[in-house]
């Protein structure tokens, strides 16, 4: 089962990742494995587990436009963001890099260390005492970008962008 981070409002790239943990500034790019939170939440990057969700409040991912805040979280193998409310660029740096973004706000409805299973194909969330919690459907373009792993490998399988006409 994945465990859920929670999250307030308004978490930007830097809290996400500080900027001088950007890529460019360490020797590796896998290092930036372990940035993640480093400051707002140092018990975040040691301790995530791959499928592991981030549920927030309103405004994730505000700030800057650094690919790298979501590109940390992708190498962390965060399974999905769930939030009310996304920075676009943040929402579109997270599609171009294949990481399921849900728009819905269960902030009240899930705590932090809660243990779920997500199902991406249904939309849904069950918990480990049993409860359903239904997303909103999101367009198939998006499951397709997420199966695919993003949107280079969508484009490198399918020949194509999303959308377009085969």
């Known amino acids: 089962m994945a465990r859920v981070w929670l999250f307030g409002p308004d978490i930007n790239t830097d809290q996400i990742?500080?900027?001088?943990?950007?890529p460019y500034m360490l020797k590796d790019e896998?290092?930036?494995?372990r940035?993640?939170?480093?400051?707002?939440?140092?018990?975040?990057?040691?301790?995530?587990?791959?499928?592991?969700?981030?549920?927030?409040?309103?405004?994730?991912?505000?700030?800057?436009?650094?690919?790298?805040a979501p590109l940390a979280l992708r190498m962390v193998g965060i399974g999905a963001i769930i939030a009310p409310l996304f920075a676009r660029i943040f929402f579109r740096n997270?599609?171009?890099?294949?990481?399921?973004?849900?728009?819905?706000?269960?902030t009240a409805e899930l705590a932090d260390g809660d243990e779920v299973e997500l199902d991406l194909e249904q939309g849904r969330i069950t918990t480990a005492d049993g409860r359903v919690i239904n997303l909103p459907p999101p367009p198939l373009?998006?499951?397709?970008?997420?199966?695919?792993?993003?949107?280079?490998?969508f484009y490198r399988q399918?020949?194509?962008f999303p959308g377009e006409v085969a």
């Not at 990742?17 to 950007?22: E, Q």
């Not at 400051?39 to 405004?59: L, S, Y």
């Not at 373009?141 to 490998?153: C, S």
């Open 141 to 153: 373009f998006l499951r397709e970008v997420w199966a695919a792993g993003g949107i280079v490998p």
């Open 94 to 106: 997270a599609l171009n890099l294949g990481i399921p973004c849900f728009t819905a706000d269960l």
């Open 35 to 68: 940035y993640p939170f480093v400051e707002h939440r140092p018990d975040f990057a040691p301790n995530v587990r791959p499928g592991d969700i981030i549920v927030a409040g309103k405004n994730f991912g505000c700030g800057s436009s650094r690919e790298y």
């Open 17 to 22: 990742v500080p900027g001088r943990y950007a």
């Open 158 to 160: 399918y020949g194509r």
């Open 30 to 33: 896998s290092e930036l494995r």
